[in-house]
């Protein structure tokens, strides 16, 4: 088998230094999106560990493998979790959780953990949609606006170029950056379209980060016009698979005319979503407790 | 008077020969890497197979998407003129004609000597185009030419989720791993762009008789899928894919006067 250039990354992460044991609350958020299912483990309302992997076929087992590895190491078993929220689009198929949020609301609050009370606008960039959402100063949801018909402007078209141009998903950004002169983007309303344009210049010879340069813009464009509805508050921040790719995130910085916040030291942009549930998770244990 | 029509399609390029109202031969290429090229080669074997020259021809009219290229046209007409003239030729008591091609989906309103009235047109969406099945064929594992046959065979109208190509083929690929029969896979395919072609055409206004032209009209399961979508009966003429280029060679006539 060839190599699978959309490939990005699995990978877990524990926040060194601390204990789980210290935390009176331990819960989690399980986010299955339909690219990728990511777990974060909060300990009384810090982040403490998480996992990002692929979802498989089964959004079930996806979010059961995404657990198992966000707790392997530490010593947290799923007994110790007082409560779970799920969210993404296989929200309802975690079978552990205690409820489920839809990943809006999840990303709006988690963006808010990790850059602060002045977020306005999150950018949601996924797998297979796309998200614009307006929040207040405690990270709930006022507006938002999505795309989730057409892959123009979402991750899995990004995947689409990385296999076409093999060129490794996590390199198409930078690469497409290295080009002296920007040229007119591809098709920003069709992958296929687009597909069928890129195969065509580079068999007039265009090199692969001209290429992609054209595909970049393309797709910040088509994201750009879910920001115009929705228009842009300060401060915007962009979360998602995408927000990693700095070719996709310079170019609608242009158009915009808008800095996102930089990508915050200690923080995986993909786990915004997962964050924001597993907040969720600990609101909700505390209010049951007190309840109870 | 002897008129030939270029087609330069998304896909393949197509040629009619004319003498008056009677066509002498027509030929077709595959677009191919070099458009231009391929045009040349298949309007000469067309010429040849008529017995014709260049020079015997009057007019030499092109259209389709990549009109601009054509080899030794003097003229040209938009797809849709050249849909409506050459579906109301074939079929005089038409007054809509859906054209369905690789990368584009048309439906062209007009009256019974083949004006063109008016028209919608998708050309930003692969997934109401050919280009959507063919993609599907890949996925699903089955001839492009056998798709059609194949979802006549279903038992079930299973549902399709998702609109773009793209996430269609993933759903494709769940719907094998679920053991859903390939018969049925099909038909959902075939039944999904025929509904985003009649939900367009409906913006134009359903009016009978409707003729189907087009690559995509020669696939028997989508003529299927497409007359339950719309509800009426559908018109196809023998070869479909070559009703632009006829089209496109009965303009010179249409403007002379002539019938």
């Not at chain 1, 200690?266 to 909700?284: N, R, S, V």
């Not at chain 2, 019974?112 to 099945?133: P, Q, S, W, Y």
């Amino acid at each position: 088998m060839s190599k699978e250039y959309w490939r990005w990354p699995e990978y877990r992460r524990t926040v060194p230094g601390k204990d789980w044991k210290d935390a009176k609350v331990v819960s989690a958020g399980v986010d299955i999106g339909s690219v990728s299912s990511k777990t974060v483990i909060m300990t009384d309302g810090e982040l403490y560990a998480y996992s990002i992997m692929r979802t498989g076929s089964s959004s079930p087992d996806s979010a059961q493998k995404a657990m198992d590895w966000a707790l392997e190491g530490t010593g947290i078993k799923l007994d110790d979790i007082k409560y779970t929220v799920g969210t993404g689009y296989g929200r309802v198929n975690v079978p552990f959780a205690n409820r489920a949020i839809t990943e809006i609301a999840c990303h709006a609050r988690g963006a808010n953990y990790i850059w602060g009370p002045t977020v306005r606008t999150v950018l949601d960039m996924g797998g297979q949609d796309c998200k614009a959402i307006h929040c207040d100063e405690r990270g709930k949801v006022t507006a938002f606006l999505m795309n989730d018909k057409c892959a123009a402007g979402t991750g899995r078209g990004m995947e689409v170029f990385a296999d076409l141009l093999s060129v490794s998903i996590e390199e198409v950004g930078s690469m497409s950056l290295s080009v002296e002169k920007e040229p007119e983007p591809v098709s920003s309303t069709c992958v296929v379209f687009a597909k069928s344009e890129a195969v065509g210049l580079l068999r007039k010879g265009w090199p692969k980060d001209m290429v992609l340069a054209a595909y970049c813009s393309a797709m910040a464009s088509r994201i750009s016009e879910l920001l115009e509805k929705i228009k842009v508050e300060k401060d915007f921040v962009i979360t998602g698979g995408i927000a990693k790719n700095v070719g996709v995130v310079k170019r609608l910085e242009d158009i915009i005319g808008f800095k996102a916040l930089p990508m915050k030291e200690g923080f995986d942009p993909m786990t915004a979503g997962g964050l924001g549930a597993a907040l969720f998770a600990k609101a909700l244990y505390e209010r049951s407790a007190q309840a109870a | 008077m002897i008129t030939a029509g270029i087609d330069m399609g998304a896909k393949n390029v197509k040629v009619v020969i004319l003498e008056d109202n009677k066509i002498l031969s027509k030929g077709m290429i595959l677009g191919g890497f070099d458009q231009k090229a391929s045009a040349e080669k298949v309007f000469n074997e067309t010429l040849q197979k008529a017995g014709l020259s260049r020079n015997n021809i009057e007019h030499v009219v092109a259209t389709g998407a990549g009109k601009d290229v054509a080899p030794c046209a003097n003229g040209e007409i938009s797809m849709m003129g050249a849909d409506a003239l050459g579906g109301a030729f074939l079929f005089p008591s038409a007054r809509t004609v859906i054209d369905v091609g690789a990368e584009e989906g048309r439906a062209v309103k007009c009256d019974e000597e083949g004006k063109m009235l008016d028209f919608v047109i998708n050309e930003r969406c692969a997934a109401g185009a050919g280009t959507f099945v063919e993609a599907m064929s890949r996925a699903l594992e089955v001839k492009l030419e056998e798709m059609g046959p194949l979802a006549l065979k279903a038992q079930k109208a299973v549902p399709m989720n998702a609109q773009c190509t793209i996430f269609a083929e993933s759903e494709v690929v769940s719907l094998i791993h679920a053991k859903t029969p390939k018969a049925d896979i099909s038909r959902a395919i075939h039944d999904a762009i025929a509904d985003r072609i009649a939900s367009m055409t409906r913006r134009l206004g359903v009016q009978r008789d409707v003729v189907l032209v087009g690559g995509v009209a020669k696939n028997a399961g989508f003529i299927e899928s497409l007359k339950r979508a719309l509800g009426v009966d559908l018109l196809v003429p023998d070869e479909p894919d070559f009703v632009g280029a006829l089209g496109a060679a009965l303009a010179p006539m249409r403007k002379n006067g002539e019938k």
